[in-house]
């Protein structure tokens, strides 16, 4: 009775919690885009076509690289798993991630992986662990050059960072310790240890810097906005898809990615119609790639 009582409480809040943010980042972007409309319609209509496809094509490298990694932690578990498999199963979850739940992503990958669901689970939980790495690195490094008393910001940062790459040590203590009241469990044996986390999350930080340049080229040549520096646009990117995560009601971090996104560059010193337009652009070249990425699996998947 507990437990459901427990698992109900847990739902609510949840709930609550998904819903609070995605309504404050819904009516975020309506303030901006109210105070800036008829610049932010005249820097989407005018963005100049070349810029676009030039980005897509950079966020496309960027995917493909993240299907390599994917493709990468799924071997760990499956020897005789294929690339094509697995690049179709990265490139179609992407897609399916736009439902509602969030989850639909992870099945639809796991459906088309055609693996079992030990395997699936382990190979998810580490890609999640490694593609933080490189997003809370920058993020330390956006917070040290853009923010002052960065270092109240950085401790936690650095600490979750270190519990992140040490994740399977800490799961093993915490295992111990359950062992004593007779409760079993084998989770870390699933885990990357450090050595392999931080020699995969290079593969990781590949796809951050192709998919950052794309960001920072579309701001700097489609918008004609000087305001970023690759430095500081890739971290701004990631924390800004990292809290697009935080809302169930949003399929894809739809809007609260974008929310997020505008603000971190307005706290840069970006003007708010640049900062709503880039967010709107980043979200169009990102979704086009991920097409991109389904069309092309599909067609090498087909061949072979």
């Not at 994740?167 to 009241?181: A, G, M, P, R, V």
């Not at 169930?248 to 505008?262: D, H, M, N, Q, V």
């Not at 092309?296 to 998947?301: E, F, K, P, V, W």
Request: positive net charge.
């Amino acid at each position: 009775m507990k437990k459901k009582f427990y698992d109900i409480s847990k739902l609510i809040y949840k709930t609550f919690f998904g819903f609070s943010i995605f309504a404050i980042s819904i009516y975020y972007i309506f303030k901006l885009l109210n105070a800036n409309n008829e610049l932010i319609k005249t820097q989407l209509f005018f963005f100049p076509i070349e810029v676009l496809i030039f980005c897509i094509f950079l966020s496309t490298i960027g995917g493909i690289t993240n299907s390599t990694l994917w493709f990468i932690i799924s071997k760990e578990f499956n020897k005789k798993t294929s690339f094509f498999i697995s690049y179709k199963a990265w490139s179609i979850g992407r897609i399916y991630r736009y439902l509602p739940g969030k989850f639909f992503g992870y099945i639809a990958r796991h459906a088309a992986q055609k693996d079992n669901l030990k395997n699936g689970i382990s190979s998810s939980t580490n890609e999640y662990i490694i593609s933080l790495i490189p997003i809370f690195i920058l993020a330390g490094l956006f917070f040290t050059f853009e923010i002052k008393l960065s270092l109240y910001i950085n401790i936690p940062i650095f600490l979750i960072l270190f519990f992140l790459i040490l994740s399977k040590n800490f799961i093993k203590i915490i295992e111990k310790t359950l062992e004593k009241f007779s409760i079993n469990h084998s989770i870390s044996e699933n885990i990357f240890t450090p050595i392999q986390l931080i020699k995969f999350s290079s593969v990781s930080f590949i796809s951050t810097l192709f998919h950052g340049l794309s960001f920072y080229l579309l701001v700097k040549f489609g918008l004609r906005d000087d305001s970023l520096t690759l430095l500081n646009a890739i971290p701004i990117l990631y924390l800004g898809g990292l809290a697009g995560q935080l809302s169930i009601f949003s399929p894809g971090g739809i809007g609260t990615r974008e929310a997020s996104l505008s603000f971190l560059m307005i706290l840069s010193g970006t003007d708010e119609s640049i900062a709503l337009s880039a967010a709107v652009m980043s979200r169009m070249t990102l979704f086009l790639s991920e097409l991109v990425n389904v069309a092309i699996s599909r067609i090498r998947y087909l061949n072979n």
